[in-house]
T-cell receptor, first 113, second 115 residues
Framework: QKEVEQNSGPLSVPEGAIASLNCTYS??????FFWYRQYSGKSPELIMFIYSNGDKEDGRFTAQLNKASQYVSLLIRDSQPSDSATYLCAVNTNKAAGNKLTFGGGTRVLVKP | ETGVTQSPTHLIKTRGQQVTLRCSSQSGHNTVSWYQQALGQGPQFIFQ???????GRGNFPPRFSGLQFPNYSSELNVNALELDDSALYLC??????????????FGPGTRLTVL
């Protein structure tokens, strides 16, 4: 079992619709969770982070965390063509191996006009 | 505020050679983490430096080594390059090495091609 799993996609979403991205993780000791957006050929850009169970909203983005189910999600409302990118879920395990981020493989999102 | 910078942008090497990649952390950040991202995959943690000391290492062989300098900039060195080392190498800076808050901000990356 991979430490952080994401559906690779592509997730095709009409412009203006809601894109829903999911991520599961295996380490129950994980403490903080991050969503990065990565355009093709570019480096990851931090868009959201969440530490507590529940929802966290920032503009058109909402992150949801359920530690009991080891599940974190990202909703993108009013999707725009500029949202077309790969979205990476990252988990901070804060263990002796360093305060590292463990990434999923990413979900590719395509927003069609 | 200055963001994370990396050099060079692109690099082509042959098998067996050695390479040094450089990273300048974001202003005010004292921790640098290095990641390797192969095509179509998520970044993989190589190691982290906090106040000039290695603060954790991922599942990479010893030929991957690093340094952090007093100004918190960092180098990643890879010896005896192999074809599989071809990847995007990402540097991320953050403030502090532990605790709950570990927001890491990435530089633009160095694209390494090994022929």
């Amino acid at each position: 079992q991979k430490e952080v799993e994401q559906n690779s996609g592509p997730l095709s979403v009409p412009e203006g619709a809601i894109a829903s991205l999911n991520c599961t993780y295996s380490d129950r000791g994980s403490q903080s969770f991050f969503w990065y957006r990565q355009y093709s050929g570019k480096s990851p850009e931090l868009i959201m982070f969440i530490y507590s169970n529940g929802d966290k909203e920032d503009g058109r983005f909402t992150a949801q965390l359920n530690k009991a189910s080891q599940y974190v999600s990202l909703l993108i409302r009013d999707s725009q063509p500029s949202d077309s990118a790969t979205y990476l879920c990252a988990v901070n395990t804060n263990k002796a191996a360093g305060n590292k981020l463990t990434f999923g493989g990413g979900t590719r999102v395509l927003v069609k006009p | 505020e200055t963001g994370v910078t990396q050099s060079p942008t692109h690099l082509i090497k042959t098998r067996g050679q050695q390479v040094t990649l450089r990273c300048s952390s974001q202003s005010g950040h004292n921790t640098v983490s290095w990641y390797q991202q192969a095509l179509g995959q998520g970044p993989q943690f190589i190691f982290q430096y906090y106040r000039e000391e290695e603060n954790g290492r991922g599942n990479f062989p010893p030929r991957f080594s690093g340094l952090q300098f007093p100004n918190y900039s960092s180098e990643l060195n890879v010896n005896a390059l192999e074809l599989d080392d071809s990847a995007l190498y990402l540097c991320a800076s953050s403030l502090g090495s532990g605790g709950l808050y570990n927001e890491q901000f990435f530089g633009p990356g160095t694209r390494l091609t090994v022929l």
